[in-house]
């Protein structure tokens, strides 16, 4: 026998309807919920979709909130002639100059190549003879890079900024035997560089912190790739893989002190921070780094040795008391080609 039980509205009770009841407000429960949560979900994507649509924008004018737009040179000019000279310092390692000059022979932009010699023996006719045939069979262009070894008779690093006779062009693009950069990269650095010919334009930035007072003077550290990746700031580019100005050549080897060339000579190292020092000193500008992919086909070289980052330390501090201040210039401006769409440090 069921109990009837009064309720709101005059119905009247039971277990069962009770059940069919419970039923029915559980299925109109679960049927918000889905439509909150589809909501949810839409409103979600729109916000995905529209962040993702931003990020493109702002990748497609990196240049210009960097600082740097190829279509607006910098205020200060200087006229530069053709396109650019490969200058491949190398040493005993012939396997890879011949992948190095190949590779640079077939650039647009590649007006002549020289190869810094400085062993004691020159190079074989054989060597010469294959380098000259591989880069007219390489360079894409009517006018075919000029090729060249400038030989010396001596082993001194000082010998990569030797001024060079006959150059049909300002800038030169200093690189190490087994650096390859990419010919579209390397041509985008080189327009990089017409808009500020005066500085130093390359792919692999260096930092040098203050860290310590001794004898009242500040003492700097070398750093590597990546202290700068992490605090995103860096004051030269090395000269393994740099764009500079023909006329810095003269003024490494013909007006800057002797007693630079006697350290860089003796310790073997440190051609480049000098080279570094040189130009900030002359513009009071900070060099400009070109974010770029570039390969290192080398195994060995000085930079591996244990002692490397020592002696960068010491002859920094050398430098600075020879040149009788810091001249090199802190930035964080990276410069990167927008067609890529690169949205990352």
């Known amino acids: 026998m069921s109990t009837l039980i009064a309720i709101n509205g005059g119905g009247e009770y039971s277990p069962t309807k009770e059940q069919a009841s419970s039923r029915g407000g559980l299925s109109l429960l679960l049927h918000r919920r889905w439509r909150m949560l589809l909501v949810g ?9 529209f962040l993702f649509t931003w990020l493109y924008f702002l990748s497609s004018e990196i240049p210009s909130l960097m600082g740097w737009n190829p279509h607006y040179p910098s205020s200060v000019s200087y006229p530069s002639r053709g396109g650019y000279t490969v200058v491949i310092n190398t040493w005993k390692r012939n396997t890879l100059l011949k992948q190095s000059v190949a590779h640079y022979a077939s650039c647009h932009g590649t007006d ?18 294959y380098l000259k045939k591989v880069v007219l069979k390489k360079s894409k262009a009517a006018h075919k890079p000029n090729f060249r070894f400038d030989l010396n008779k001596e082993d001194n690093l000082n010998n ?27 041509d985008f650095a080189f327009t990089v560089w017409k808009t500020a010919p005066l500085t130093m334009v390359g792919f692999v930035p260096r930092m040098h912190w203050p860290y310590e007072e001794k004898n ?60 570094s020092f040189l130009v900030a000193n002359a513009t009071g500008a900070s060099p400009i780094w070109v974010k770029g ?12 040795l244990k002692s490397h980052n020592d002696k960068r330390n010491k002859c920094t501090n050398d430098f600075i008391s020879i040149f009788g201040t810091m001249p090199l210039v802190s930035t964080n401006v990276k410069v990167v080609d927008a067609t890529r769409h690169e949205w990352f440090w």
């Open 160 to 186: 990569r900024f030797k001024p060079i006779e006959d150059l049909r062009t300002d800038a030169i693009f200093s690189v190490d035997d087994d650096v390859i950069v990419p010919c579209r990269t390397l």
């Open 293 to 304: 992919k570039i390969y290192e086909i080398g195994s060995s070289g000085i930079s591996s």
């Open 41 to 49: 979900a839409k409103y979600k994507l729109f916000l995905l979709l």
């Open 216 to 275: 009242g003077l500040t003492q700097h550290r070398y750093c590597g790739w990546w202290p700068v990746w992490w605090k995103g700031t860096y004051n030269m580019v090395l000269s393994k893989a740099a764009f500079f100005h023909k006329k810095y050549l003269d003024i490494y080897t013909n007006k800057m002190p002797s007693s630079i060339h006697d350290y860089v000579s003796r310790e073997r190292n440190c051609e480049d921070i000098a080279m």
């Open 112 to 129: 002549a190549i020289h190869v810094v010699w400085s062993e004691t023996d020159p190079p074989s006719q054989k060597l010469k003879d």
